[in-house]
């Protein structure tokens, strides 16, 4: 087997960076998990224990997989600007030392909120300090991506849901009367032949609508170049994941009433979400060849003003 002889510009384009560079954004790491070991600790058992939370889980090892995925590129050197990092490093310290002193001046979820806000700036300038300003502009998405890692307060989430389930109504609403079935609805309780049925909060499906949003903000970064075509891509999400709540109830419904009574109670109503989630992402993914293939054209008429490297 030839192998092609490794040049020094190949070299400096890896992303190798001198081991105290590692060694200096290693130090930072651990002593971040030291001093914000109890609001981690309070995250993980939230995003264990909420449907709300689950996503969570998954957001430090994707960006993590982002950045070394898109390794190729990085300058070997930190560039200037470590400033930057360093005021980063300073907000991130003053939101943990007020969130400790103000545990019994706020609510939990707020003082968790904005302590695990100052985790992520601290991580975030832990790596413009260790690698450079440049560093932190060429990963903008995988690094901004670990602010999702931060649990919204219960009054978010609480309305978040009841959005999730005043609008699934509507549209399961609307998908009833386009199958010519009769049906009333007061609120979030829907009437039809043989059958009232109440979207309740767990029909919000908010951890499979979040799983959703996750995927499609993955999906544009990995495969779409131009800002609106991203944003066009991301705002398809949000209405997919209130069609998928409201095609579930709809399905569940019919074969409930035209089938057999046990699916208004069986697994499709409770670990259906899965199936419902992958119809919504097939859309995604269709929309997302769409807009790439309109990408591509575009790109090949030379218009790169709508490219953003």
């Not at 978040?160 to 009833?176: D, G, P, R, W």
């Amino acid at each position: 087997m030839i192998r092609p002889a490794v040049t020094e510009s190949a070299k400096a384009a890896s992303g190798s960076f001198p081991p105290a560079t590692y060694f200096k954004f290693s130090a930072l790491i651990a002593g971040s998990i030291a001093v914000w070991w109890q609001p981690l600790v309070l995250t993980l058992k939230l995003a264990l224990g909420s449907d709300a939370y689950t996503h969570i889980l998954l957001i430090a090892p994707l960006s993590v997989a982002l950045i070394y995925l898109e390794r190729s590129g990085v300058p070997s050197r930190p560039s200037p600007n470590g400033w930057a990092g360093w005021m980063l490093l300073s907000v991130a310290l003053l939101l943990r030392a007020l969130t400790a002193v103000s545990v019994n001046a706020a609510p939990a979820d707020v003082i968790l909120s904005l302590s695990v806000l100052g985790l992520v700036l601290w991580w975030i300038g832990s790596a413009v300090v260790s690698f450079g300003f440049r560093i932190f502009r060429r990963r903008l998405f995988p690094l901004c991506f670990l602010f999702l890692i931060v649990p919204v307060t219960s009054g978010v989430v609480n309305w978040i849901t009841q959005t999730l389930q005043y609008q699934s109504a509507v549209v399961a609403t609307l998908l009833f009367r386009i199958a010519q079935v009769p049906v009333t609805r007061d609120g979030l309780i829907l009437s039809i032949p043989g059958l009232d049925l109440e979207v309740a909060r767990e029909c919000s499906s908010i951890r499979s609508s979040t799983m959703l949003i996750v995927i499609t903000l993955l999906l544009a970064h990995l495969f779409l170049h131009s800002k609106w075509r991203k944003f066009l891509l991301l705002a398809a999400s949000l209405p997919l994941a209130v069609a998928k709540n409201a095609i579930r109830i709809f399905t569940i419904a019919e074969l409930g009433t035209r089938v057999d009574p046990a699916y208004l109670d069986g697994k499709l109503h409770h670990n259906g979400g899965i199936f419902f989630l992958a119809l919504a992402v097939m859309m995604i993914v269709l929309l997302l060849w769409i807009l790439r293939q309109s990408e591509l054209r575009s790109s090949r008429l030379g218009h790169s003003p709508d490219w953003v490297s």
